[in-house]
């Protein structure tokens, strides 16, 4: 944005500032090779851990930091998907969409002993909802949690799950109760848990230094204290958490567009055709115009959303717009960046290529494009008038 944000204060951008630099000379320079390894250092983790940015919203007492702000959440996340990888973020971000119900539910001495683990980035966890028959209709999954003497025993199995093969913990979704949303709860369960077993998701086309996994729960055993919340109300929950994925997805997606918009604005100034630079082109010159304009949007949008989340409210017929709005202007910024490099954008190690391959998981993760409209209609109360 050209105008200054009303939003920023000195401690938003000194936050800003730190991430940026550590992204800059930590991050940056290493994404190639750590997609081509199909991982990233452990120590990354770590140093983000010493960073602060997994602690947002967590007590100190818990090992985060004390205090929660939108602001700079999404600060985060913007930096992290906008390093040139956007899998960096995915890699260290399976703890982050799982970290709100353990802060919320999890038994005190988890709190106390493992949290602040997590929190530090010694150890990962993840967020399991969608299964291999479906992820959009969450109040219908079908991986049961049954009673059984001093616990519970899980059968089912969980895709695409996020940091799924170097978790420790996992917080799960479960049925256990009747059909339809009322029987859902939500458990706590380590890796090492007999009966649970993953395996990796290959293939991908992107967030390669990621790992996505399948998880399987066979005849899973796992004590009464792995139930966390209320029983059969962990729908609510689980809604409750997407929000902060689906905000930290609208500034990944800021981030992503603004990798676009710098490389292919870097190229057009020095490319030249017919005798002028790619940017003296008038039809090119536009295309900044458009995808400026998509990008401020995008970043007027999410500010207004933090400041309204700030202030203690969770707007999620905005937070699903919102969404729906950045992805689509991501696809737009994408495409339009890829089209300014001409051939070149095609090729791999391009950072618009690499975007443009991960345009999809944006669009569908954390809630599709699709569903997002449907619930904000919903919130919205319009289909009801
Ligand atoms: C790389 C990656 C990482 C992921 N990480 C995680 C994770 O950490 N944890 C986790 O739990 N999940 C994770 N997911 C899963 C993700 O949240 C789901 O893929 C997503 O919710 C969509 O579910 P689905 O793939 O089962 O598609 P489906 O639900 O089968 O939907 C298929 C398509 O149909 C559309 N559709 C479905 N129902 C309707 C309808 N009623 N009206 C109109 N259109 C409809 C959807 O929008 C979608 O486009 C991840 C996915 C990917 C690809």
Redesign the pocket.
């Known amino acids: 944005m050209t105008c200054s944000s009303p939003f920023m204060t000195p401690e938003r951008q000194a936050f800003r500032d730190t991430l940026a630099a550590f992204f800059a000379t930590e991050v940056t320079p290493h994404v190639e090779e750590w997609e081509a390894a199909q991982a990233v250092p452990w120590e990354l983790h770590q140093k983000l851990g010493a960073l602060g940015v997994f602690g947002f919203g967590i007590p100190e007492e818990y090992g985060g930091l004390g205090f929660d702000d939108a602001f700079m959440r999404c600060d985060y996340a913007e930096l992290a998907f906008g390093c040139g990888a956007s899998g960096v973020a995915?890699a260290v971000g399976?703890r982050m969409?799982s970290l709100g119900p353990m802060v919320q539910f999890a038994p005190e001495p988890f709190r106390q002993d493992i949290l602040p683990r997590i929190v530090r980035g010694e150890m990962n966890s993840?967020?399991?909802?969608?299964e291999p028959g479906?992820?959009?209709?969450v109040a219908n999954l079908s991986t049961r949690a049954a009673r059984v003497a001093g616990g519970w025993v899980l059968n089912g199995a969980?895709a695409?799950?996020?940091?799924g093969m170097d978790a420790q913990w996992f917080v799960v979704g479960a049925r256990t109760g009747g059909p339809g949303l009322a029987g859902i709860s939500l458990f706590l369960i380590e890796a090492d848990t007999p009966g649970f077993s993953r395996t990796p998701l290959g293939g991908?086309m992107g967030?390669h230094c990621s790992t996505?996994a399948m998880l399987h729960f066979d005849d899973c055993h796992v004590p009464e204290a792995a139930l966390i919340g209320p029983e059969n109300k962990g729908f609510l929950a689980i809604m409750n958490n997407f929000n902060h994925e689906r905000l930290a997805m609208v500034a990944g997606s800021l981030g992503m567009m603004r990798v676009c918009y710098r490389s292919a604005l870097d190229w057009a100034r020095e490319r030249r055709t017919f005798g002028q630079r790619l940017i003296e082109h008038q039809v090119i010159a536009h295309k900044f115009a458009e995808m400026s304009a998509r990008i401020d949007m995008t970043e007027a949008y999410l500010e207004r959303i933090c400041w309204a989340m700030n202030q203690g409210l969770m707007p999620a017929a905005e937070i699903a717009k919102a969404k729906v709005q950045a992805t689509k202007a991501l696809e737009f910024v994408a495409s339009e960046g890829m089209q300014i490099f001409g051939g070149a954008g095609y090729l791999t190690g391009n950072p618009v290529e690499r975007v443009w391959r991960e345009v999809k998981?944006m669009a569908?993760?954390?809630?599709?494009?699709?569903?997002l409209r449907?619930l904000a209609v919903r919130q919205m109360g319009l289909a009801g008038q």
């Open positions: 995915a399976g969409i993840a967020l399991a909802i969608t479906g992820g959009s209709d969980k695409y799950i996020t940091g991908k967030w996505q998981v569908i993760g954390g809630g599709s494009e699709e569903i449907d």
